[in-house]
């Protein structure tokens, strides 16, 4: 399957601890990379590889993985943590890429 | 500073061809995959496709093969969507965003990773009649 699943929105109260996760069989043999979009904005990177973050990214922001489930994880969620939130690896083929579902992550 | 900047977008009928193009700036084009992603409105993120750093190699997504096609000029510092047939579902905003690989190994076992670490801020594309 080149299907990457992701639950379509949580909720997290100012401060708390949210995970979100990501499941697709393309996962056991790829790390996901994890994408923080703003309305009106381009996606930006958060998370890739086991648990990296690039420059610039909050270190409340972490990643894991496990099997065929990759999770992104936001803890002391903050206001402008608020976003939709989009998981990507390659498909099982190699050469392609495809996108999760996407999350929508409403901080309370 | 590292940039890209898309253009090219706008109102096209149905049916009808549109070639998007994505400036690149502040790092070393010929050195890197490119990725062209979509975005409907509303909808989520979709990959489209992506070319090699000489052009030699390119994939795209089955709902776009046979009608779009990747292409680069490296001299240009330029890579290129050229849309034929266009339909309402195209309808979209399209980025581009450089295309980063990499690989990690942990207790024995390798698995790798794939990238978009820079981002044009996306040009829309409208089909319709």
């Known amino acids: 399957s080149s299907e990457l699943t992701q639950d379509p929105a949580v909720s997290v109260a100012l401060g708390q601890t949210v995970r979100i996760t990501c499941q697709g069989d393309s996962l056991r043999n790829s790390y996901a990379s994890w994408y923080q979009q703003k309305p009106g904005q381009a996606p930006l990177l958060v ?3 086991k648990n990296n973050r690039p420059s610039g990214i909050p270190d409340r922001f972490s990643g894991s993985s496990s099997g ?10 903050q206001a402008e943590d608020e976003a939709d939130y989009y998981c990507n690896s390659r498909d099982t083929s190699g050469n392609h890429y495809v996108f999760g579902t996407g999350t929508k992550v409403t901080v309370l | 500073e590292v940039q890209l900047v898309e253009s090219g977008g706008g109102l096209v009928q149905p049916g009808g061809s549109l070639r998007l193009s994505c400036a690149a700036s502040g790092f070393t084009f010929s ?3 490119m990725t062209w992603v979509r975005q409907a409105p509303g909808k989520g993120l979709e990959w489209v496709g992506r070319i090699s750093p000489d052009g030699s190699e390119k994939y795209s997504v089955d709902s ?3 009608r779009f096609t990747i292409f680069r000029d490296n001299a240009k510092h330029s890579v290129y969507l050229q849309m034929n047939s266009l339909r309402a579902e195209d309808t979209a905003v399209f ?3 450089r295309d980063l690989g990499g690989g990690e190994c942990s207790g024995g076992s390798c698995s790798s990773w794939n990238i978009f670490d820079v981002w044009g801020q996306g040009t829309l594309v409208t089909v319709s009649s």
């Open chain 1, 47 to 49: 998370i890739y590889g």
């Open chain 1, 68 to 77: 065929n489930t990759a999770s992104l994880t936001i803890t002391g969620a």
């Open chain 2, 31 to 33: 050195s890197y995959w």
């Open chain 2, 64 to 66: 776009v093969k046979g």
């Open chain 2, 95 to 97: 980025y581009c965003a």
